[in-house]
C-alpha cells in the first residue's frame, strides 16, 4: 500500500456509503491522531484503539448519523497532500474549508491539529484531507 492516509480516508467514505455503524481500519499513530481530530469535532461518534500481539493493531470507529434524516456527519472527506505530491501551508497560506465550517486536518511540528488550532499556535504544516 503506498497511501495508508487515504486508504483510511477510503474506507470512512465507503462504510458511510454502505451506512454501517463501524468500521475497523488498521493502526497507525498518525490514523489515531487523525481519528482523535475526527472525535473531537463531532464527526464521529466513538473510538477505540485495539491492540494485539505482532500487528500494528486495529481502530474501530463508530460512524455518526442524524437520527432523524440517517445523514452522516461527514459529508465530504477528500485527501490533499499525496506522496506524489505533498501539499505544505504556512500560517498565512493557511486554507478555510467551506469558509470556516468544514475543517482541514493538518500535521505539525507539533503534532496533528485542525487549520484553526494551527492558526493560534502559529505554526504550518502539511494538510492532510478536508472534512466537511
Given at each position: ?73 461527514i ?24 469558509n ?33
Amino acid at each position: 500500500m503506498t497511501d495508508p492516509i487515504s486508504d483510511f480516508l477510503t474506507r470512512l467514505r465507503n462504510a458511510m456509503k454502505a451506512k454501517h455503524r463501524i468500521v475497523e481500519i488498521p493502526a497507525s499513530n498518525l490514523k489515531k491522531e487523525i481519528t482523535r481530530v475526527l472525535y473531537e469535532k463531532g464527526y464521529i461518534l466513538k473510538y477505540k484503539f485495539e491492540d494485539s500481539e505482532n500487528k500494528q493493531g486495529v481502530i474501530k470507529i463508530a460512524l455518526k448519523y442524524d437520527p432523524v434524516t440517517k445523514a452522516s456527519a461527514i459529508r465530504s472527506l477528500s485527501r490533499i497532500s499525496t506522496p506524489g505530491l505533498r501539499r505544505y501551508a504556512n500560517v498565512d497560506s493557511m486554507p478555510r474549508v467551506l469558509n470556516g465550517l468544514g475543517v482541514a486536518i493538518l500535521t505539525t511540528s507539533k503534532g496533528v491539529m485542525t487549520d484553526k488550532e494551527a492558526r493560534t499556535q502559529n505554526v504550518g504544516g502539511e494538510v492532510l484531507c478536508y472534512v466537511s
